[in-house]
């Protein structure tokens, strides 16, 4: 399964981005999310373990092992900013908070929410991967760990929504849409907000605050070099009837001739 392991040999640099407390906050941000992120997939994942059909039960296994080791590489990646002294533990509380909405809904919601939660990562892996500008200057063994963990990301892409299709087979077609739909624009505005919200506090850590913070990291993001932007009509497929994520085809990208997800594999 490519169980790769980074950034072990030397921590990267406070400012590891470029030496660029901005880029470095915005990435800092995002990745000290992922692994309370990636372990609620795998729970999710994980409760419809020997129901599914052998298709899709060999695909789950394999995105459990992925993302497990995703979550391991983040947490250290997260430690090493956290010596440089700031809190992303924090960060990871308020994921928890954000993914507490879902207990005591249907198992379907949680679906939902891990689908809209995919598709954000495979739209930000998509430009990480077509774009150099974005990890350009990067700490090299950062850069490679977020290049990694990008071609997984698209190369699981669609588990979680073919486990989605599988869980709702009876419901309608409407239904389907009408929630997943609902549940994209609801939890990837309020993840994105709290990215925004947890990159100014690590910038207020390094003593950049008030409108110098928020002007540096909004152009960051949406002007140079812009990646919300840019990646804002990949995201906004999932709210269009029909939408699968293999709708766009990631084969090139992900290069994968053994891949154990059918739809992933480069034809021989």
Request: aromatic share 14%; charged share 25%.
């Amino acid at each position: 399964m490519r169980d790769k392991k980074f950034c072990r040999e030397n921590s990267p640099e406070r400012w590891w981005h470029s030496n660029d407390p901005i880029a470095t906050a915005w990435y800092n941000s995002v990745s000290s999310s992922l692994p309370r992120g990636e372990q609620f997939f795998v729970e999710i994942v994980q409760g419809y373990r020997g129901q599914l059909p052998e298709k899709l039960e060999a695909e789950a296994r394999a995105f459990v092992r992925q993302e497990m080791n995703h979550a391991r590489e983040h947490n250290l990646f997260n430690r090493q900013a956290g010596q440089y002294g700031y809190d992303v533990d924090s960060i990871g509380v308020g994921i928890e908070q954000m993914l507490s909405l879902a207990r005591g809904q249907p198992v379907e919601i949680s679906l939902a929410v891990s689908i809209a939660l995919e598709h954000f990562a495979a739209s930000i892996s998509h430009k990480l991967l077509t774009d150099p500008r974005y990890l350009e200057g990067a700490n090299p063994d950062a850069a490679e760990l977020w290049k990694w963990h990008a071609i997984e990301e698209l190369e699981h892409k669609g588990l979680v929504f073919d486990v989605w299709l599988w869980a709702t087979r009876d419901w309608s077609n409407w239904k389907r849409y009408s929630t997943r739909a609902m549940v994209a624009a609801r939890i990837t505005r309020k993840f994105f907000r709290n990215r925004v919200r947890d990159a100014l506090g690590l910038l207020a850590q390094d003593g950049i605050t008030g409108w110098n913070a928020r002007w540096r990291l909004y152009k960051f993001l949406w002007l140079s070099p812009g990646m919300m932007a840019r990646m804002l009509f990949h995201w906004a497929a999932i709210l269009m009837p029909g939408f699968h994520p293999w709708n766009r085809d990631h084969r090139t990208l992900i290069q994968r001739y053994d891949s154990p997800y059918e739809a992933a594999a480069m034809p021989g």
